[in-house]
């Protein structure tokens, strides 16, 4: 069975998570500083793609912490996360190289 694209949002919040657990509000500005403010991530939709990334085993609970008188449950990668978003980083980078060659652009050397 082949693997479903990861969606921009996905990639983000596995990105966000690479350099260690963060709590849902801080994943939110980690994917908007990532992605220079194209992703925005609402807390709703936020906790709509990490069930799905539970889910499928690419991120898991880290902790819960309490603040202001609420759990913040903080989420960390998995080794199959970690190969994930590996794979589609390398997916993204050479699909960036076949569109750079296509439009005569520099960096398209290294297509392939």
Same mark, same amino acid.
């Given at each position: ?13 596995l ?6 657990p963060?709590?849902g509000?801080?994943i939110?500005?980690?994917v908007?500083?990532?992605?220079q403010g ?6 709703g939709?936020?906790y709509?793609?990490?069930?799905r990334?539970?889910?499928?085993g ?10 202001d008188?609420?759990l ?8 199959d996360?970690? $190969?994930?978003?590996? @794979?589609e980083?390398e /997916?993204?980078? =050479?699909? !960036? $190289?076949?569109?750079? @060659?296509?439009l005569? /652009?520099?960096? =398209?050397? !290294?297509a392939?």
């Amino acid at each position: 069975m082949a693997a479903k694209p990861m969606t921009g949002q996905a990639f983000f919040v596995l990105t966000a998570l690479a350099g260690g657990p963060r709590h849902g509000y801080g994943i939110v500005g980690e994917v908007a500083e990532l992605s220079q403010g194209r992703v925005k991530l609402k807390i709703g939709s936020l906790y709509g793609v990490l069930d799905r990334l539970v889910a499928e085993g690419l991120i898991e609970p880290d902790r819960e912490e309490p603040h202001d008188g609420r759990l913040r449950r903080y989420y960390r990668l998995t080794r199959d996360g970690r $190969r994930m978003l590996a @794979a589609e980083a390398e /997916l993204r980078a =050479a699909t !960036a $190289r076949v569109v750079r @060659a296509r439009l005569g /652009l520099p960096g =398209a050397e !290294a297509a392939g």
